[in-house]
């Protein structure tokens, strides 16, 4: 069994954090906003950043040594998608849970 610094499980809880707000903030708010809620592009990201969180904790939780090129990407899309979301407007949490998230991924990555 390998050991999960309070570091990593806290980045651990970040990420699936940015998962559950992501998903449920595109499948409910912005399904139902329509609009730029639902433009192709931001819809993928918000998607893409949903999907990029979940890899990210499964690689950690897995003790896997790729973690950090997975955290590394993960910041990078977790960061535009707290931009595009600010953009849209009206999606604070999402915002929020991004850019906590990015910044605690890279830590992990650094």
Same mark, same amino acid.
Not at 34 to 48: I, Q, S, Y
Not at 58 to 74: D, N, T
């Given at each position: ?69 997975? *955290? #590394?990407? /993960? &910041? %990078?899309? $977790?960061?535009?998608? =707290? ?14 849970? *991004? #850019?906590? /998230? &990015? %910044?605690? $991924?890279?830590?992990? =990555?650094?």
């Amino acid at each position: 069994m390998h050991h999960l610094s309070d570091e990593m499980k806290a980045c651990i809880d970040n990420c699936l954090a940015c998962y559950r707000e992501c998903l449920s903030m595109a499948m409910g708010h912005c399904l139902e906003m329509g609009g730029e809620h639902t433009e192709p592009k931001h819809f993928r990201l918000m998607m893409a950043c949903a999907e990029i969180c979940r890899t990210s904790a499964h690689f950690m939780l897995l003790g896997s040594e790729h973690h950090k090129h997975v *955290c #590394r990407e /993960c &910041a %990078e899309i $977790c960061t535009q998608c =707290a931009e595009d979301c600010e953009r849209v407007g009206d999606m604070d949490s999402c915002v929020a849970a *991004c #850019r906590h /998230c &990015a %910044e605690s $991924c890279s830590e992990m =990555a650094a």
